[in-house]
């Protein structure tokens, strides 16, 4: 069985999951009084991310790393690309 590759196309879901966590939600009524935007949650943005490459797929069980990777990579992409901050030090060959 040969293993689909995810794409790295991001779905409609996860973009208003990043979009949803990024904006900041103003009060309705509140005139002059700015409401300061929640802080954005990486974590959960790839979660939602991941969740939605998994139901692109069609839910089919054995492909969560590869899902994972897919939607850290989306998340960064959509919070202004850049350097990794995953943490991973990368090895010059």
Same mark, same amino acid.
């Given at each position: +069985?040969? !293993? %689909? %590759?995810?794409? $790295?196309?991001?779905? *409609?879901?996860? @973009?208003? *999951? +990043? %979009?949803?966590? +990024? *904006?900041?939600? $103003? ?8 409401? $300061?935007?929640?802080?954005?949650? !990486?974590?959960? *943005? ?19 790393? =590869? ?7 989306? @998340?960064? %992409? ?6 990794? =901050? ?8």
């Amino acid at each position: +069985m040969a !293993r %689909q %590759q995810a794409t $790295p196309k991001t779905s *409609a879901r996860a @973009v208003k *999951a +990043m %979009q949803t966590a +990024m *904006a900041p939600h $103003p009060e309705e009524g509140a005139e002059a009084t700015p409401t $300061p935007a929640a802080p954005f949650d !990486r974590e959960q *943005a790839i979660r939602e991310a991941a969740y939605a490459c998994y139901e692109a797929r069609g839910g089919e069980p054995g492909y969560e790393l =590869d899902d994972w990777l897919t939607a850290e990579a989306q @998340v960064q %992409q959509a919070n202004g690309g850049g350097g990794t =901050d995953s943490g991973i030090e990368q090895i010059k060959h």
